[in-house]
């Protein structure tokens, strides 16, 4: 069965850090990443990581964001600095499978106040 469960949401000022944890069972993949959405808009692509260690990140969190992984502890995590009122939405870990539907966490919450 494969399972994935975000931790390290919260509450947090403009100009704060968090950082999101994301363990993973069930399955290795080649890819692992974090997708963000809030009500009313779809879900966006915030970095996602290769298990060569290759990275690609939303222009919105360049320079802010860092998304890494240990592949012994099937782990990903996406520490986010600098963090803004926009960042504020829920927080979602994804294993991609090209055949398939993706596999999803249960998501977490990032609430940004100004």
């Known amino acids: 069965q494969v399972r994935l469960v975000e931790s390290g949401g919260g509450l947090v000022q403009a100009g704060g850090s968090l950082r999101l944890s994301c363990a993973v069972s069930?399955?290795?993949?080649?890819?692992m990443a974090w997708y963000r959405q809030t009500p009313g808009k779809q879900r966006e692509l915030v970095a996602i990581i290769t298990s060569g260690g290759s990275t690609n990140y939303a222009d919105s969190v360049k320079g802010r964001f860092t998304i890494s992984s240990d592949n012994a502890k099937n782990m990903v995590y996406l520490q986010m600095n600098s963090l803004k009122p926009e960042d504020t939405a829920t927080y979602y870990c994804?294993?991609?499978?090209?055949?398939?539907?993706?596999?999803w966490g249960t998501g977490t919450l990032v609430t940004v106040s100004s």
């Open positions: 994804n294993v991609p499978r090209p055949y398939g539907p993706d596999y």
């Open positions: 069930g399955i290795r993949s080649s890819a």
